[in-house]
Every structure is written in C-alpha cells, then in structure tokens.
C-alpha cells in the first residue's frame, strides 16, 4: 500500500519533540492565545520574510480574515481561479462579494494575468491568486497588475509554506498572505489552523482584533469579529514542524525530481518548474489522456493517486449564481487530465520506482 501522504512515518521521526511540546501545553493549562502562539507567530513571520503572522483557526478563516481587512463586502468582485479548492472562493462569497473565476496557465496550473487584466471591471476590489500544488502563480505580473489598477493582493498560500520567487516567499507579495495548517498541507499541524502574514501594522492590528471577537481589549468590542484562533497545542506543535519545514520540502522537491526523470520520454506531462520559481509540490500532478485507466491500473496495484480537483469552482452548484454560461476552457480540460501522485517528505526512491513502472503499464 502506498498512501497519498504518510503522516504516521512523519510524526514517529519527530515524536519525542512533539510530545514533549503537547505535554508542556497540557500541563501549563494555557490553551488559548498564549506563548506558543506568540512564539509560534514571531518564528514563522521571521522564516517567511514578512513583518507579522497572525494565526487563526484555519485555511479558510485566514482567507475569510484577509478579505474582511481588506474592507471587501456587498458589491464587490474578487478575481480568482477556478481551479482551486472551495475554500478560496468559499471565503470571498462569505463576505457577501461576487467571485469571478478566471482561467488558467495550462503549465503551471495557476491563474493567468492576461486573463485577470480582462476580468476587471469597476466593481473589482481584490485579486486573489493560489500557489497552486506548492508552485508559485505568475507574481511578478499580477503584483504590477494590483498595484496599476489599485487592488487588493490576496494571496492563497494553504499548498505554498515555503514557497519562493528568488529568495522572496509566498505570502509576501501583497497585503496579505494566507496559510492553512491542515494536517496534510506542507507545513500540518495535527488539527485545523491558519496564518494571515503581512507587512502593514495597520493590517495586523485589525487581524488580531477580528480574530478575537472584535475586541482588542477584553470585553471592549469595537468591531464584529470571529472567534478564529490558533490553539496552544497546536502551535506548539507547528513550532517544533517548522524547524523541519525546510528539510520536508526539499525531500518533496528531491521526490518530484525522481518522478520527472522517471517519466521523461513518456506521453504523460510532468509538473515544470519556472526559474527562478522555487516549487515546493505540495502535490505531484501529471497530466494524461489515459488519466482514468492510469488511477485504476494505480488502484489496483495499492497505490493511491487523487484528482484535484475534479469539478471547477465555476461548475459548482454553490457558484451558480455568479457564473452562469462561463466557459474556462483550459480549467475545464486540466480537471480532465490531471492526476496527483503520491507526495510527502517521507516518500522513499523505491516506492516512486514502483508507481512509475505500474503507472507505465497503462502508456
Ligand atoms: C486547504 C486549502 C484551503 C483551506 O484551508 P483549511 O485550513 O482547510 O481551511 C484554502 N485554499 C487552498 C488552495 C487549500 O488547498
């Protein structure tokens, strides 16, 4: 049995530092907004090159916490991808604005500035671009892009933690950078959390305010808030994973680069990398005509593979209403095509052998 993820394997390797962290959070019965949260914050803010990291309870929340600090609402648009998990335009539809799915780069599988430059109309107010997979969207444009047209830089980094353009992480672009904790992200906790980084001091202080309930001061409450923090335990947790974060993604990156040899010279298309675009592959997607029967033939032998993601945002039931008669033609034909391989730090040579020579058996 090969897994999509082997988080066992992971948490033996580092169990006596993970537990050692979780039994301190139990006995000091501090559990929320206490000193592993603020050393937590200061650490990951300092790994990631950006001033503040505000923790919250989860991926979605970071994002739903962003657009609400951004001053995104009623009659707004925000433009984004399709090809994402829910979550992204989940938050935007939250605030009561209107998401606007745009299409595709068919490499990299992240959203398309050309297509967001035609997008924008005068109710735009934000952009927000997913690292898709672990790679970095196209930043360089679609920061020059936000700034020309005066909107807010939304970033959605939940598959990106470590993520980087010459040096300069995801998640320091724009105003806002959001991460998801989910156990099975590049950097998990072992529950649900989140993370909005920014540079502004305007911007973090009113993040720490909305994630707890609006209030800066107990029981003074001088906005509607959220009640969307990190727990103790789980930022202890991510305090002792983040000293691995750098050593996991080059494993991920080490895998990748297996893969892609292995597979050269076959039909199937590989993930690329664009210089100077450090890809940290949160997933491993092909992509191939014989996408259905490979996943099969994989299933068969024990080996996981998964589809993300299947159905497009703008196909979604729950979108309906925002996106009647769009056609994203290089989204709709990925979702056909696309495969994700096993993927994780602990991934050994000899299982990614296994997988591409079963895999082979269906080219
Ligand atoms: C996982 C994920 C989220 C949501 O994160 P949660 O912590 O699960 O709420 C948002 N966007 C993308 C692209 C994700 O992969």
């Known amino acids: 049995m090969i897994p999509m993820v082997d988080l066992k394997t992971q948490y033996q390797q580092i169990k006596e ?45 970071a994002l739903q916490l962003a657009l ?14 399709a090809f994402t998990f829910i979550a992204t335009a989940e938050a935007i539809a939250y605030t009561g604005a209107r998401p606007v799915f745009v299409d595709i780069d068919p490499q990299t599988f992240n959203i398309d500035p050309t297509e967001i430059e035609q997008a924008i109309t005068p109710m735009t107010r934000a952009v927000l671009p997913v690292h898709l997979f672990g790679q970095p969207a196209d930043m360089h444009r679609i920061s020059k892009l936000c700034e020309h047209h005066g909107l807010a ?7 990106s933690f470590g993520a980087h353009i010459a040096g300069r992480q995801t998640g320091g672009f724009g105003p806002f950078g959001c991460f998801s904790f989910f156990p099975s992200k590049n950097l998990g ?27 800066r001061e107990r029981y003074q409450h001088e906005m509607i808030g959220f009640n969307s923090r990190l727990d103790e335990l789980q930022a202890a947790i ?21 893969y892609t040899r292995l597979l050269k010279d076959t039909s199937v298309v590989t993930p690329i990398e664009t210089e100077p675009s450090h890809h940290v592959y949160h997933q491993y997607t092909i992509l191939s005509e014989q996408r259905d029967e490979i996943m099969e033939t994989l299933g068969k032998a024990g080996i996981a593979s998964a589809i993300y993601y299947p159905v ?12 009647e008669g769009l ?20 991934l050994i040579r000899q299982d990614i052998e296994q997988i591409v020579s079963v895999l082979k058996t269906t080219l």
Not at 193 to 198: F, L, N
Not at 199 to 209: G, N, P, Q, T, V
Not at 329 to 345: G, I, Q
């Open 153 to 159: 830089l939304i970033e959605d980094c939940a598959q």
């Open 17 to 61: 530092e993970i537990d050692a962290a979780v039994l301190g959070v139990l006995e000091s019965t501090r559990f929320i907004l206490g000193p592993n949260v603020d050393a937590f914050e200061q650490e990951a803010a300092n790994y990631l090159g950006v001033t503040h990291a505000i923790s919250c309870a989860s991926g979605t929340d």
């Open 68 to 81: 609400v600090a951004a001053g995104i609402g009623p009659g707004d648009e925000v433009i984004t991808s």
């Open 238 to 258: 991510l305090r002792v994973k983040l000293r691995y974060i750098t050593r996991y993604n080059g494993q991920r990156r080490t895998a990748a680069q297996t």
């Open 312 to 323: 497009p945002l703008h196909q979604q039931q729950a979108f309906a209403q925002h996106t």
């Open 189 to 215: 906790c072992y529950g649900d959390g989140g993370m909005v980084t920014t540079d502004s001091d305007e911007h973090a202080a009113k993040l720490r305010i909305l994630r707890n309930h609006g209030s």
């Open 327 to 346: 056609i994203l033609p290089v989204t709709e034909r990925l979702a056909e095509k696309c495969l994700s391989l096993p993927m994780h730090p602990e």
